[in-house]
C-alpha cells in the first residue's frame, strides 16, 4: 500500500503522475484554445467542424487529389487549423468534380464518402458588405450571380425599384442555403479588389430560428384555435415575381411607360 | 570506395529517407502517384493504404471511428516496423532524424557538452497521455503539435513558421540534452519503441570480434542500447530503443556487429 506521502513525494511514481496531470491539462488546454478558429471554406462533403478537425488525419491526399490545385494544408503561422486541409476561393475556387477526387481520396472519412457534389456544404456564400457591392449602388454587375455554377438557384437576383433614377431597378444577388455548396466561384470572381461576397463558415453565417417560432402565413392553423389568420393581402408588391413585375411596379410609382 | 563502404547504410539510411520525401513531393507537385499523402497516412501507387498507426490511436481516442482504409493502412504499418524493428522508423523513414543527426554529428565534431538531462521515460509519459488528452480536447493531441509531420508540410509545401520548430529541436539536441527530442522526448518514437520491443530484425552482436574499443557507443544515438553484458548473452542487441541504424555496424573496426534475425542467435558464432 502507498501511502499519501509516499505518493506525493516520489514513491510510486507520484511526482511523475502529478507532472504529467499538470502537463495533460496545459497540454488540453492549448489544443483547445488552437482548434477554435472557426475557418472555411473546408473541402467537399467535411464533417461538421469539431468532428472534422478531430477525424482528419492531415495526410493531404485531399490536397493531392484536387485537380485544380484548389485545396491545401494550413502551415504553421496561418490562422487555419494546422494541417488541416481548407481553400482560399479569392486564389482558387472549387470547381465542384462531378466525381469528388477529393472526398474519394480521404483515408479517414473526415470527407463523407458518397456525398454528392451538390450536396457539400464547404461553407455559406454571404454578401458581407453592402456598402462595396456594386448592385447595391444600382449598377449592372450580376458577376457572382453568372459565376455560379447553380445560378438562379444557390444564387438569384432579387429585383428592387431604384429610388435614385426612379426608373431603375437593383439587381441584388440573394443567396439560397438550400443550393449553395461554398464552391465560391462567385467570391473569386467579384469585381471588387476585396470581394462582397464571402464564403463564411455556416455558424458563423447562419441565423437560427428558436425552436418554439412560427410564422403565421405559413402555417396558420398550429398556432392556436382562436388565432385566425389574415387572408394574404392581395396588393402588396411580390418583388421576387421577376422583371417584368419590377417594371410593371415602377410604371405605377412613376406613370412612366417603359417602351 | 572506402569512405563508401564505411558509410554505405548512412548512404543508404539517407536514400530513404530523402527518397520518400522525394515521392511525397513529386506526388503533391506533379501528381506522380508512386507515394501519395505523408508520413500520416498515404497510399502506394493510389491503392495499398498506409497510416501512422500512433496517429490512428489519437483520433480513435477522440470518439471517431476511422474509415477502414486508414485502419487498414495502420495495420500494415504496424506489421511492417513490427518486423523491421520498430525505431527503424525513426532510423530509417523520419525526416527529423536527420536535424537530430546532424546535432548528433556537430556535438561529437565540436565537442558540445550538454547541460542537462531529461529521463528517457518521459516519452511514453507523453506517448501515453496522448490519448486522454486527445479525448478531452476532441482532437488528436500529438498530431496537432507533430514537429515530425510539420517538417513533412514544410518540405512538401514550402517553408514556413514550423521551420522555428525544427530549429528548437535542434538546439535542444544541440545545447541542451543529447538526442534529447528523439531519445528522451518524441512520443512516436516511444510507440515504436514498443512496437519493436519484440521484433525479428535486430542488429546482432559477436562477442569474440569486440575489442570493447567503445567507437560504437560513442557514435549511437542511444547509447543505452550497447549493454555488453546483455548483448554477449544474447548475441544481438535487444532494446526496442535500438533504431537499426547500423551506425555500430559501420564504425566498428573489428566488425562485431551485423543485422541478423533474433531467434537466429547460432549462425551468427559462425560468421
Redesign the interface.
Known amino acids: 500500500m502507498v501511502s499519501r506521502r509516499e505518493f506525493l513525494t516520489g514513491g510510486f511514481h507520484g511526482r511523475?503522475v502529478a507532472?504529467?496531470a499538470t502537463?495533460?491539462l496545459v497540454?488540453?488546454y492549448a489544443?483547445?484554445e488552437?482548434?477554435t478558429t472557426a475557418a472555411a471554406p473546408r473541402p467537399p462533403g467535411a464533417q461538421a467542424e469539431?468532428?472534422y478537425?478531430?477525424?482528419c488525419?492531415?495526410?493531404?491526399?485531399c490536397?493531392?487529389?484536387c485537380p485544380f490545385d484548389t485545396l491545401?494544408?494550413a502551415?504553421?503561422?496561418?490562422e487555419n487549423a494546422?494541417?488541416v486541409p481548407y481553400f482560399e476561393p479569392r486564389k482558387v475556387a472549387c470547381y465542384m468534380c462531378e466525381d469528388t477526387p477529393c472526398i474519394n481520396?480521404?483515408?479517414?472519412?473526415a470527407l463523407i464518402?458518397g456525398t454528392s457534389i451538390e450536396d457539400a456544404r464547404m461553407g455559406l456564400a454571404v454578401l458581407t458588405d453592402h456598402e462595396t457591392c456594386l448592385a447595391y449602388q444600382g449598377l449592372r454587375c450580376e458577376v457572382c450571380y453568372r459565376a455560379c455554377p447553380l445560378m438562379g438557384q444557390a444564387i438569384g437576383l432579387e429585383f428592387r425599384p431604384q429610388e435614385r433614377t426612379g426608373r431603375h431597378a437593383y439587381f441584388i444577388p440573394v443567396v439560397n442555403s438550400d443550393h449553395c455548396t461554398g464552391c465560391g466561384m462567385c467570391e473569386h470572381s467579384c469585381v471588387l479588389e476585396e470581394a462582397a461576397i464571402k464564403v463564411l463558415p455556416h455558424d458563423v453565417a447562419q441565423g437560427k430560428l428558436g425552436e418554439n417560432y412560427r410564422f403565421g402565413w405559413l402555417e396558420p392553423a398550429e398556432i392556436s384555435r382562436d388565432f385566425v389568420a389574415p387572408e394574404a393581402a392581395p396588393d402588396l408588391p411580390q418583388w421576387r415575381g421577376g422583371l417584368e413585375k419590377v417594371l410593371e411596379e415602377m410604371e405605377n410609382l412613376t406613370g412612366i411607360e417603359e417602351p | 570506395m572506402s569512405w563508401l563502404r564505411a558509410h554505405r547504410y548512412l548512404i543508404a539510411r539517407r536514400t530513404t529517407q530523402l527518397g520518400i520525401l522525394l515521392l511525397f513531393w513529386l506526388?503533391?507537385h506533379l501528381?506522380l502517384g508512386v507515394l501519395?499523402?505523408?508520413l500520416?497516412?498515404?497510399?502506394v501507387f493510389r491503392t495499398v493504404?498506409l497510416?501512422?498507426p500512433y496517429?490512428?490511436v489519437q483520433?480513435l481516442a477522440?470518439?471517431?471511428?476511422?474509415?477502414n482504409?486508414?485502419l487498414l493502412?495502420a495495420a500494415i504499418v504496424l506489421l511492417f516496423y513490427f518486423l523491421t524493428g520498430g525505431r527503424a522508423f525513426c532510423g530509417w523513414v523520419c525526416p527529423v532524424n536527420m536535424v537530430t543527426d546532424l546535432a548528433g554529428w556537430l556535438k561529437r565534431r565540436f565537442e558540445l557538452k550538454s547541460q542537462f538531462r531529461i529521463d528517457r521515460?518521459t516519452r511514453f509519459?507523453?506517448m501515453?497521455?496522448a490519448i486522454?488528452?486527445s479525448a478531452?480536447?476532441?482532437?488528436?493531441?500529438f498530431?496537432?503539435?507533430s514537429p515530425i509531420?510539420?517538417l513533412h508540410?514544410?518540405v512538401?509545401?514550402?517553408p514556413?513558421?514550423?521551420l522555428?520548430?525544427i530549429a528548437g529541436i535542434l538546439l535542444l539536441d544541440l545545447f541542451i540534452v543529447r538526442n534529447g527530442w528523439c531519445g528522451s522526448l518524441c512520443p512516436l518514437g516511444a510507440f515504436y519503441s514498443l512496437v519493436g520491443h519484440r521484433s525479428p530484425l535486430r542488429v546482432g552482436f559477436d562477442e569474440a570480434r569486440c575489442d570493447r574499443c567503445g567507437d560504437c557507443v560513442r557514435i549511437c544515438p542511444e547509447a543505452h542500447v550497447i549493454d555488453y553484458a546483455e548483448m554477449t548473452a544474447r548475441g544481438f542487441i535487444a532494446s526496442g530503443d535500438c533504431l537499426n541504424c547500423a551506425r555500430c555496424l559501420e564504425v566498428c573496426p573489428r566488425d562485431a556487429f551485423r543485422f541478423t534475425l533474433r531467434f537466429d542467435r547460432p549462425t551468427l558464432e559462425h560468421i
Open positions: 511523475k507532472l504529467a502537463g495533460g497540454w488540453s489544443l483547445g488552437s482548434a469539431p468532428d478537425l478531430a477525424s488525419i492531415k495526410c493531404g491526399q490536397v493531392e487529389a491545401r494544408l502551415t504553421a503561422g496561418e494546422l494541417g481520396a480521404c483515408p479517414t472519412d464518402k | 506526388a503533391a501528381h501519395t499523402g505523408n500520416s497516412s498515404s497510399r493504404p497510416s501512422d496517429a490512428a483520433i477522440t470518439g471517431h471511428l476511422l474509415a482504409t486508414a493502412g521515460g509519459w507523453i501515453a497521455l486522454p488528452v478531452i480536447a476532441g482532437i488528436a493531441a498530431e496537432w503539435v509531420a510539420m508540410r514544410e512538401i509545401f514550402g514556413s513558421l514550423g522555428l520548430c
